[in-house]
């Protein structure tokens, strides 16, 4: 587990050494707001860049938020790129969040429409490299936001415990607590996930169109066997030249395959190798 707190303009520009006070002491990230949406207009947060550089300087893994005012997915696509744009590619260690708490905006759409928002922001976040999830209270998370079980949820709930059953990445559990280094009362938050780790991928390549008998087997050939060849280069590190034949080595590949995934290992690749190429992660 992980301890943090997360920062904005409300709490300005510490000097350097309060940082350095509070990597010291054992604290491990900082999550600063990048921007924020108000009365039509999107914004940047004047104090950024200076928690950015601070927490590079000394060591602290650095995320970042964005106050959403986001009411449809057409928003939360939108938020998402002013927030890459504001970001041009630095490097960071936690997720892009996007802040879900304006009644008087996010709060009129539907719970639908909030959880559309808040896809599309993320998946924007995602396709530019980065990982991205969702910060919004257990109250909003239950009874306002639809549907985000597939995306990263902070949690805010001001308590001596989560209440919230679901997966979720983050807990922000006080607003009103003291951190060594920094002056007066700060969030502070739980983190359970070490982003260090990659995470498992799905193959990017296109997959392969099984022949009419329903798999592949010796001396195929075609378009289709170069797509097999290049997915199995990926999958078990086959090392095959793509060149459109199923050979001896293809069919060992195969059957490679078959074994790592629990099939039966006849080197024959039909529709249970394909269903299980999909679903594969590494």
């Not at 905006?105 to 808040?118: D, F, I, R, V, Y």
């Not at 306002?144 to 597939?150: L, N």
Request: aromatic share 16%.
């Amino acid at each position: 587990m992980f301890k943090g707190i997360d920062v904005s303009y409300y709490q300005k520009k510490p000097y350097g050494y309060r940082y350095k006070k509070f990597k010291d002491a054992g604290w491990d990230f900082i999550i600063a707001r990048i921007g924020y949406a108000y009365a039509g207009y999107r914004n940047p947060d004047s104090t950024f860049d200076h928690n950015y550089n601070m927490c590079k300087k000394y060591g602290i893994k650095f995320g970042v938020y964005f106050y959403s005012n986001a009411k449809n997915a057409d928003m939360g696509r939108d938020e998402a790129k002013y927030v890459l744009k504001l970001l041009n590619k630095r490097k960071i260690d936690y997720p892009i969040w996007i802040d879900i708490e304006d009644n008087a905006t996010s709060g009129k759409a539907s719970p639908e429409q909030l959880a559309a928002a808040a896809r599309a922001f993320c998946r924007t976040v995602e396709a530019a490299g980065y990982k991205a999830g969702v910060y919004a209270s257990y109250s909003w998370i239950v009874n306002k936001i639809g549907d985000i079980s597939d995306l990263h949820k902070w949690v805010a709930q001001y308590n001596e415990t989560c209440s919230y059953s679901g997966k979720h990445d983050m807990w922000q559990y006080s607003s009103t607590d003291t951190v060594p280094g920094f002056k007066g009362r700060r969030d502070v938050n739980k983190c359970y996930v070490d982003y260090s780790i990659k995470e498992p991928e799905k193959y990017s390549g296109k997959f392969p169109a099984l022949p009419r008998r329903g798999y592949f087997k010796l001396n195929d050939k075609g378009s289709n066997v170069k797509l097999l060849q290049a997915y199995l280069n990926w999958s078990v590190n086959a090392k095959l030249k793509l060149d459109c034949v199923v050979g001896p080595k293809t069919i060992n590949s195969v059957i490679i395959f078959q074994d790592k995934n629990g099939l039966t290992e006849d080197g024959l690749f039909g529709k249970d190798c394909l269903e299980k190429a999909k679903a594969v992660k590494l």
